[in-house]
């Protein structure tokens, strides 16, 4: 690995993500996933709401996390769904970006690495984002 640039770590209460889903049902999901994570959680939610909370609170908490080790927060060119933690086809969650922030995260930064985890009541991601190579 190289040299770390960022980290960011988020944690994110289960029944609050739950609260703003039955709250706004479609607005919610829509806002927050990717066109690609949006797909997962409906397929996810619609066998069980329960799955379909967990998989939306682990990607909330991701991008949360992301956008703290950038140094962004959630102002451009981050944007909620511009951010997608994918699983990779052994499982493993994987950062996948969109444009504008691809190209700006690209020109600042190597990889970025993703762990996200789900209990009964919280979710939490972790995210670590590589320096450059020189």
Do not use: C
Request: no cysteine.
């Amino acid at each position: 690995m190289n040299a770390i640039a960022g980290i960011g770590l988020d944690l994110i209460r289960m029944e609050r993500i739950d609260k703003a889903w039955r709250q706004f049902p479609d607005r919610f999901p829509a806002k927050i996933l990717g066109d690609d994570e949006l797909r997962v959680f409906q397929a996810r939610a619609a066998r069980d709401r329960t799955r379909g909370v967990r998989y939306l609170a682990t990607r909330f908490a991701a991008k949360e996390a992301f956008s703290k080790a950038i140094g962004l927060g959630m102002r451009a060119p981050m944007w909620w769904t511009r951010m997608q933690t994918l699983n990779a086809p052994g499982g493993k969650p994987t950062v996948v970006l969109s444009p504008p922030l691809r190209d700006w995260y690209e020109s600042r930064f190597g990889a970025a690495h993703v762990s996200i985890t789900d209990e009964s009541e919280y979710g939490a991601a972790y995210v670590v984002v590589e320096a450059l190579r020189p």
